[in-house]
């Protein structure tokens, strides 16, 4: 059992800035990738960004890209979610989830997930 655990979500304007923290316990962190989902009110849940244990990176939509930005510390079992120019449409839950199966970017690649932490953008 991996177990997750998400922080540093919360309500901030336009063109704010946001890190998520998500720290892992349990089985061995090197052992999974690492991933970030958003699932906005209405909407399907959608993949935001993966990061393996080699440094490898995956983004999602085109939205995101230039402005999320991925990172792990595997010392301290966390992985982060950098958010920079947040919109109103970046408005979600997040989640962190772990991938045995690798830099997977779909939901079904993934074993295990935090409870989520919301994140509000105001305009």
């Known amino acids: 059992q991996v177990q997750l655990v998400e922080s540093g979500g919360g309500l901030v304007q336009a063109g704010g800035s946001l890190r998520l923290s998500c720290a892992a316990s349990g089985r061995t962190f090197r052992n999974y990738a690492m991933g970030w989902f958003r699932q906005a009110p209405g909407k399907e849940r959608e993949f935001v960004a993966a990061?393996?244990?080699?440094?490898?990176?995956?983004y999602g939509a085109d939205s995101v890209k230039g402005r999320f930005t991925i990172s792990r510390d595997n010392a301290k079992n966390t992985v982060y979610l950098q958010m920079n120019s947040l919109k109103p449409e970046d408005t979600a839950v997040y989640y962190c989830a772990a991938s045995s199966v690798g830099l997977a970017t779909q939901e079904a690649g993934y074993d295990y997930w935090g409870q989520g932490t919301q994140v509000t953008v105001s305009s």
């Open positions: 990061a393996s244990w080699g440094g490898a990176r995956a």
